[in-house]
C-alpha cells in the first residue's frame, strides 16, 4: 500500500511559523490513535539540491515526544520546502506525513 503504517498514526496539524526574518518553528500534535511511544523526526530540504536535514532542535511535549521544531537561519528563497514528519514506535508502523509548503507564503 501506499501509505503504510496504522491509520491515525500520522502527525495532524502541522504547520510552520516565521519570525524575525530568519527563525521558523514547525508544530504538530501526535495521530490520536498512535501507540503512546510513538516518537516523531522532522526532516526538510530548503530547496531541490539541498539534502534533506534532521530537525536539530525538538521541541518536546509531555512524555518527552517530539511536538515540533526549532530552525535557525533559515533563508527564504522563492522555492518550497519539504518537510516529512515519521514516526517510531516500538509495537507497530506509524505512517509518515509530508508536504511541500512555500515559505514565502508562512
Excluded at 502541522?14 to 526574518?21: H, K, L
Excluded at 504538530?28 to 539540491?49: E, H, I, M, V
Excluded at 518536546?60 to 530552525?71: H, L, P, V
Excluded at 522563492?78 to 509495537?91: H, I, K, Q, R, T
Aim: hydrophobic share 30%; proline share 2%.
Amino acid at each position: 500500500p501506499l501509505f503504510a503504517g496504522m491509520n491515525g498514526s500520522a502527525i495532524e496539524n502541522f504547520s510552520c511559523v516565521i519570525y524575525n526574518v530568519s527563525l521558523m518553528n514547525c508544530t504538530w500534535q501526535a495521530g490520536r490513535d498512535a501507540p503512546g511511544d510513538t516518537q516523531y523526526f522532522l526532516y526538510w530540504k530548503n530547496s531541490k539540491d539541498d539534502n534533506e536535514m534532521e530537525c536539530e532542535l525538538y521541541i518536546k511535549g509531555e512524555n518527552g515526544r517530539n511536538t515540533g521544531c526549532r530552525f535557525k537561519n533559515v533563508r527564504i528563497q522563492d522555492d518550497e520546502a519539504y518537510f516529512l514528519v515519521n514516526g517510531s514506535s516500538n509495537g507497530s508502523v506509524i505512517q509518515f506525513y509530508d508536504e511541500y509548503i512555500q515559505l514565502y507564503n508562512i
